[in-house]
């Protein structure tokens, strides 16, 4: 799960595709210097390798001092909610992000990796939930800063080749540091072992954090942020759309390895198996959806919901890594299209909001995706079923309302994508109102009851005086 939910976050590094005459057109840098881009490069290298080390290996250190799944999903649903109401005041005051850039990127960068170290000497959930929301804050805006920092400081091809280095070293060294991981749990004793492994993986991490000193963002300091979203109707059906896509990642990447382990009763290795084939076909897709159009990521999309339906289907748990490479293949294509949308309307929705708003919905994706497994624990099939629904529900609404990718004329997805915008804000308008007013008339009755309270103790009272 830790794993998938670092490569939506590192998904929502790509972006802008077919974009180089609107970089000219609003007045953006073109592609930087060469040693940007390798800075860059030996950023998300080192941190491919603290990943690996240490929020890889979280539920397994967690499940290792005595905690149980729902007591772990609960806890990492607390530790979500402070990076999704971060995000929110992000959304609202983007200005943060646009001034006194540097400093607080390296700030918040280095306190993601840091306070990895001090966890391993708390042992109740409380102590370990705190550092890990802490952990969750940092990544949050540091993520933001890494969105825009990419998307401000290249042009169409600057962005697609170094988004496309970035994924490529990621993962290659995600692999180098899961292979580090196992030989290191293997061989240390037991009481010892997360404490070297956290500590290591925070001081590589470090080393990323260094990158960052090196790096030129001085171009990122009092970036335009418009005063409003210009087209707001299609900044709310990409954000559905996105949303509802990521949910769904994100809930399969929590019970697919249990479904397989305890239902299927394979073995630990497949489960391993099933990452590394994700994490390959995952290198081959974002080379490959990087050069396609828009319009190819239909493809994407409806492809990856045949990922849940095979895995529900095949009893056989060496399928499942197969299908797990087709997932990472399809679902690094599906995911692009999210992160290509946002760049499209670029101008409208402004560089500063797009990067935060992506920040958001992964936030959000995460929170809503983990009560699934507190509610429904073992029942694999509703889970199932959850997933096919929430993808369905991704591909109808990129289908109908997105223009880019839809099924119907162009006017007809500005028609819906407007229609489900007015619908839902009438609709929030309206439960905002209701439960306004359901509010003041409970207040009211509440003052009704203390004055007739009040007015009952006033009457015995004077009673009491009269000595009646």
Known sequence: MARRGFGLHLGLHWIMLNMASLFHNLGLPRARSLSLKLLLVLEISFAGIYLALTRNLFVIYLTSIGFDVSQISTMLVAATVAPSIVSVALYKHPEFIVKRVKPKFILFHASERIFWIPMIFFKDLVAIGFFYMIIS??????GCFMNLLIYSSFDENGVRDVTAKRTAAYNVMSIIGSIGAVILLAALATEAKFSVIFTLGSMVGLLSTVMLVFMDMRHLEGAKIPKAVERPEQMFSISSFFLAFLISGNLLGIFWAPYLMRSLNAPDYVAAAMNFAATISSILGSMIWAKKSLGTFRIAL????????????????????????FNGFVGTGAGFLGNFLFARYLKQ???????????????????????????FGQQYMILFISVIVLVMASMVLAFLTIPEVAVVPEHSARTYSYLLYTSSLMGYSIAVETTKETILMSLRLLALIAAFILLYITYKFVFFLAGI
Do not use: C, E, V, Y
């Open 137 to 142: 804050i940092s990544s949050t805006i540091l």
């Open 302 to 325: 409806g492809m990856s919901m045949l990922t849940p339906i095979l895995a529900f289907l095949i009893p056989i748990p060496t399928a499942h890594i197969g299908i797990s490479a």
């Open 349 to 375: 929705f402004g560089a500063a909001r797009s990067s935060i708003m992506m920040t958001l919905l992964s936030n959000l994706a995460q929170l809503l995706a983990t009560p699934f497994g507190i509610f």
